[in-house]
């Protein structure tokens, strides 16, 4: 699934920086990401997309990591239900804005279960679900009953024996014509032997996370063998800043819902 015909983004609050992170990069500056997140809607635009603007959230500083909130099919949207305690109050908000779209056509992650929506990546009509230390089995279990309902197939990996991987997005993006770009750590994993595989170098295992929409892969800038790596494979890239979303674990996949033309029944 590549093609897009709408985003929802939310704008970084001023309390960005107070998002979980493990600080390895050192503090995170709000109005800088706020600079790079306005590059990441023109780049959505210039792909065709059009984009819906949430406000920020000063109450919930990961907020503009909407991806994790719930995860949007041609068929149905399902919300999912967060592991980290400081994110569970993003879930109802973001339900409002679904229904707005969906209609009743939402389904939701239920306890004990737990899915982080950075943990599936979709790749066709086929769904990653990784299991990780926001998604649990029995989240893993109930996305993958649901998926199934409604047409879709699904297989899961496990990334947490890579405790530096928060979310499987975090390691791996499906860029179209049966192909993903990963890190070094997830190349022998059974579930993508099928597909070609862009592996990046260790030393950039951040330009993983990346997003196809529609005639161009949004890539992160300064990344330049990756860069190289997916233009020779025959993507065209259009780069964009993200050092404040990497200090706060965040990549350019976390940072908008992409929702496909929607065949709801
Ligand atoms: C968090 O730890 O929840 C945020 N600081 C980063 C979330 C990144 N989201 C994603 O990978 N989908």
Redesign the pocket.
Same mark, same amino acid.
């Given at each position: 699934m590549t093609y897009f015909e709408q985003a929802i983004v939310r704008t970084p609050c001023d309390r960005f920086s107070e !998002?979980?992170?493990p600080e390895l990069l050192g503090k995170a500056d709000a109005s800088l990401a706020r600079v790079h997140h306005q590059g990441y809607i023109d780049a959505l635009k210039a792909s065709g997309v059009k984009v819906t603007v949430l406000e920020s959230l000063n109450d919930f500083p990961?907020s503009c990591?909407v +991806? =994790?909130s719930a995860i949007v099919t041609k068929r149905v949207a399902i919300m999912t239900r967060f592991t980290?305690p400081s994110?569970s109050g993003e879930s109802p908000l973001m339900r409002e804005v679904i229904e707005g779209i969906y209609g009743s056509h939402i389904e939701a992650i239920q306890a004990p279960g737990n899915v +982080? &929506? &950075?943990d599936i990546c979709r790749a066709g009509d086929h769904f990653l679900i990784g299991l990780s230390s926001r998604t649990n089995e029995e989240g893993a279990r109930q996305l993958a009953e649901i998926l199934k309902k409604y047409g879709f197939t699904s297989s899961t990996i496990n990334i947490r024996p890579h405790g530096f991987i928060?979310?499987l997005?975090?390691a791996l993006s499906y860029l179209g014509n049966n192909t993903f770009i990963l890190m070094p750590e997830l190349a022998n994993e059974p579930a993508l032997e099928k597909y070609t595989q862009l592996v990046v170098k260790p030393e950039e295992r951040y330009a993983s996370n990346c997003i196809r929409v529609n005639d161009a892969v949004i890539f992160p800038a300064g990344f330049p063998n990756a860069i190289a790596q997916v233009e020779a494979a025959g993507f065209k890239v259009r780069p964009v800043e993200t050092s404040e979303f990497q200090k706060? =674990? !965040? !990549?350019l996949?976390?940072l908008s819902l992409r929702i496909p033309p929607l065949h709801l029944n």
């Open positions: !998002g979980i992170t990961d990591f +991806e =994790d980290a994110r +982080e &929506g &950075g928060l979310h997005s975090t706060q =674990d !965040g !990549g996949s976390c």
